[in-house]
């Protein structure tokens, strides 16, 4: 990664979109309980009402960071699709015959159960290449290879 904000694919820009919407309906919620305690009693309402607190501050700062990431993706563009690249969708054929398509992104914390961060070894091994290209990376289990079948994202392109 160069530093320079990031293209991300459209699964992941859909689930971290869900997440911020998840997470502004729950920051409400938290907010209204703890506005509507300003009664605060015993050591059980004041230790509930620091508890509501922090979620609070969690919630913002998770917010930010999914706004932040959303903008830097606006201003990086779409991903590329002639060359692999964070952000990019890419289908590639392992050497069994099984095909599969895989989002590359920063964060492992992505809800797409597809993506490859690009600092994992298959991640790194396919950044820079283009369909038909043999890529060849180090598994936990020895060496392994794919082949780039495609780049982009086919739900867009149906």
Request: aromatic fraction near 2%; avoid cysteine; charge should be negative.
């Amino acid at each position: 990664m160069t530093g320079d904000p990031e293209p991300i694919g459209s699964a992941a820009r859909r689930a971290l979109e869900q997440e911020l919407a998840d997470l502004r309906d729950e920051r409400r919620l938290v907010a209204g309980i703890l506005q509507d305690r300003t009664d605060v009693g015993d050591q059980a309402d004041q230790a509930e009402q620091l508890q509501r607190a922090n979620q609070l501050d969690r919630l913002d700062r998770r917010i930010e960071t999914i706004t932040e990431r959303l903008r830097q993706a606006d201003v990086a563009g779409p991903a590329p699709t002639d060359v692999v690249g964070v952000g990019s969708t890419v289908t590639v054929r392992f050497p069994d015959g099984s095909v599969e398509t895989l989002q590359i992104g920063e964060l492992a914390e992505a809800l797409d159960q597809n993506l490859v961060t690009s600092d994992s070894p298959l991640g790194r091994a396919l950044l820079g290449h283009r369909p038909g290209d043999s890529v060849h990376f180090d598994t936990p289990d020895g060496p392994s290879s794919v082949v780039v079948v495609s780049i982009g994202d086919q739900s867009a392109q149906e």
